[in-house]
């Protein structure tokens, strides 16, 4: 009928102006990546890169520096430097990225800015979020923000890696060590027990192999569970003791003032240090702008990083809902790039090809014993699928486990280069 206009005309009309290279009027179009990790740094960094001059990139990220959460353990263990975690932006301006270090304290969806904690508002016509996790505080009980620096979870890298470090060297011979591993899903999951292993190496090499890790785990199965226990029986015999659900009847309490852990089978008394790592979900401003579903992650199309909940935001890294992909640097590193082409198509029009994703999470059991797991993934069924798989396995020649570790330290130095320029 003439003058109606058809729902399907109002679809395909939004779905153009969606899609539509710039705003009229305006001289380039922007793109917003807020958090400054593996996800977010390298999403500005690649679109800045391979669009260069042509869309206007703006990275939000409160703090001057970086400090890998990867690798950490390395700094546990005493084989890596506090100093060689920590990477800066300098990279990026260079590269063209505008940096502005300050929180992003909303989302404005409607009006597509991101609201800076000053007041100031950053308009943008394509938003990458890269937030993170957020801990949650109240998944242990009896543990709180408040108890934080006496039970460090050292899950968010900086001064509370530091930290851990201080009270595990000052943990003496005999002394009993907790670890509080986290439900799934997490950042990381084979890093609570690379963990253990790395501290079980700094404790053995510095006398005090008397010393007791325990770990309180509410899950049935982990991440490499078969080669950190084949590892752990052969290089720190009675050092390490993990606790599955079905033996400890789970976690009941802690007390940080008391230092003691609570299980349903044993009360740990006067431990020496407790690590507690609490169940996890995506930061908070992701959570606040509507980008999270039930399970407080967020879900995202499997083909580009956007956002189920709205097409012009993407999230990548940590916060996202990833199918079969572990929440790992590599992983997000990987997303990135594949939401960074989709910028690139939808505000300048250049070509995007086919999402492909791929991922690797190495660990340390000792300095030279070092094992891996991984894959290379697709969308398939709505869903980002593992297309095929790799893990150590039992029983590698010595040779082997050294040339792994030599592969990890290779890839630290070249991710960071990728991420920082």
Aim: with cysteine; aromatic share 8%; glycine share 10%.
């Amino acid at each position: 009928m003439t003058g109606t206009i058809s729902r399907r005309t109002l679809l395909a009309t939004a779905a153009s102006t969606l899609a539509a290279p710039a705003v009229l009027g305006q001289a380039k179009p922007r793109l917003v990546v807020v958090g400054g990790g593996p996800g977010g740094a390298t999403a500005a960094r690649y679109v800045a890169k391979d669009a260069p001059g042509a869309i206007e990139v703006t990275l939000v990220e409160p703090n001057s520096t970086y400090v890998t959460c990867f690798h950490s353990n390395l700094f546990l263990g005493g084989l890596r430097s506090f100093d060689s975690l920590v990477h800066g932006y300098e990279g990026l301006a260079r590269q063209g990225v505008r940096v502005i270090h300050e929180a992003a304290s909303a989302i404005d969806r409607d009006r597509r800015a991101v609201v800076l904690s000053g007041g100031d508002r950053l308009p943008y016509d394509r938003l990458i979020l890269s937030p993170g996790i957020d801990l949650d505080y109240g998944s242990v009980p009896g543990w709180s923000r408040d108890a934080e620096d006496i039970m460090p979870h050292a899950w968010k890298a900086g001064r509370q890696t530091q930290i851990l470090k201080a009270k595990l060297d000052a943990v003496p011979d005999g002394g009993l060590i907790v670890i509080i591993a986290p439900p799934n899903p997490y950042r990381c999951p084979p890093g609570p027990y690379e963990r253990a292993s790395m501290m079980a190496h700094v404790l053995k090499t510095t006398g005090r192999g008397r010393a007791r890790i325990v770990i309180v785990d509410p899950k049935e199965k982990f991440s490499k569970q078969g080669l950190f226990q084949e590892g752990w029986e052969a290089n720190y015999p009675g050092m390490i003791e993990w606790m599955a659900p079905d033996i400890s009847d789970g976690l009941k309490w802690v007390d940080p003032k008391t230092s003691t852990v609570a299980t349903g089978f044993e009360t740990y008394r006067d431990a020496a240090l407790v690590n507690v790592i609490p169940a996890q979900m995506a930061g908070a401003i992701a959570r606040q702008a509507g980008l999270a579903d039930a399970s407080r992650w967020c879900p995202i199309d499997a083909d580009s990083m956007a956002s189920r909940m709205d097409p012009a935001i993407f999230v990548i890294g940590d916060a996202a809902i990833p199918g079969d992909m572990p929440k790992s640097a590599f992983a997000a590193n990987s997303q990135a790039k594949v939401a960074a082409m989709r910028v690139r198509a939808d505000l300048i029009g250049a070509r995007a090809f086919p999402a492909r994703y791929a991922n690797t999470c190495w660990s340390l059991i000792t300095p030279d014993d070092t094992v891996k797991v991984g894959g290379r993934y697709a969308p398939a069924d709505g869903r980002i699928r593992e297309v095929e798989g790799f893990i150590s396995q039992t029983n590698e020649p010595p040779a082997l486990r050294r040339a792994t570790q030599d592969e990890n330290m290779g890839w630290y130095a070249a991710i960071t280069a990728d991420i920082f320029g």
